[in-house]
């Protein structure tokens, strides 16, 4: 199927163009990521913000607007494309990168939605970037498939040169909802897979 190939290729580009290795077991990162995925599932705005990083809510025009769109996000989601969501798959199994003042990690993100009176699921492959500043014991995320490369520019300059994040171009791909857990294994193997293969070097000017 076209559109699997075209999210492993996306996956593979996020993973061989950021230099990750393998991750080593990181408890306050695993429990916020946690909270930030129920959030979601939940459809809980206000638990969404409180994960977020500071840097995208400035961006946002502040805490207050920034509720407003994500309430406004989720309400189109539901109410006018009928869509629900089911689960998240967080592939949470990169190494965390210090880098001048902060420390991250991409996770690639895979959201399973259901639609309304049909038999039909979407899955949505998204680029979560999970931040830490340095005098923070706090991790948050920012979604990075929803901000332009000027934003990401003013929000981290630290990425400036030396961090390219991938962008996910095409549609959400479609398919029957007694597909999605093969279809999601197979995502999971090519990740593990692909991950066999990186060097494990991280090489920043």
Known sequence: MQGIKIILLF??????GSNMIYAHEDT??????????QSVV????????????PRLIIVMGGEENAL????ESLST???VHNITIDTVINY???DVIKLETISFKFIPQIMVTSVADTEESILIVTNVLAIKENVSPEWKFIDTNFVGDEEIDIMIP???DKVKIPR????????PKKEVQKVLQNMLNFLDESLKQKPAVIDYP
């Open 92 to 94: 949470n199994k990169l």
């Open 11 to 16: 996956i593979a580009l996020m993973l061989t």
């Open 168 to 175: 996910l171009a095409e549609e959400p791909l479609i398919l």
């Open 77 to 79: 989601l539901r109410d």
């Open 158 to 160: 630290e990425f400036k």
């Open 28 to 37: 306050a990162l695993n429990s916020a990521l946690e909270k930030m995925t």
């Open 68 to 71: 407003k769109l994500f309430k």
């Open 42 to 53: 939940t459809n809980n705005p206000q638990e969404y913000i409180r994960h977020t990083s």
